[in-house]
């Protein structure tokens, strides 16, 4: 419960923001090679689920319990296009 009150995610054109315990980190779209959604049983039934996010260091960032993440999946993924066409 502490996780998700303290972690926010702010989805802009061309970057990610993630809030957290730490401060605010930005990952650049343009540093995603790969993503994808996961989601348990429980997820599934309460529409929420995790976006895994490859960045080209070999780091993986991971988004835990977003609310409809194939909608965010999907602006994610388009952000990702934006970001490699440029």
């Known amino acids: ?3 998700k009150r303290v972690h926010e ?3 802009e054109s061309n970057s990610i923001k993630v809030r957290g315990f730490t ?3 930005t990952i650049d779209l343009g540093q995603v090679i790969d993503c994808f959604v996961s989601q348990g049983i429980l997820a599934r ?3 929420c689920g995790s976006i895994y996010l490859i960045l080209r260091n070999g780091k ?3 988004m835990r319990d977003v609310p409809q993440p194939n909608v965010y999946y999907e602006i994610i993924c388009k ?4 970001a490699l066409n440029t």
């Open 9 to 11: 995610y702010c989805i």
């Open 1 to 3: 419960m502490l996780w």
């Open 23 to 25: 401060g605010i980190k």
């Open 79 to 82: 952000g990702i296009n934006n």
């Open 60 to 62: 993986v960032i991971i």
């Open 45 to 47: 039934r309460f529409n």
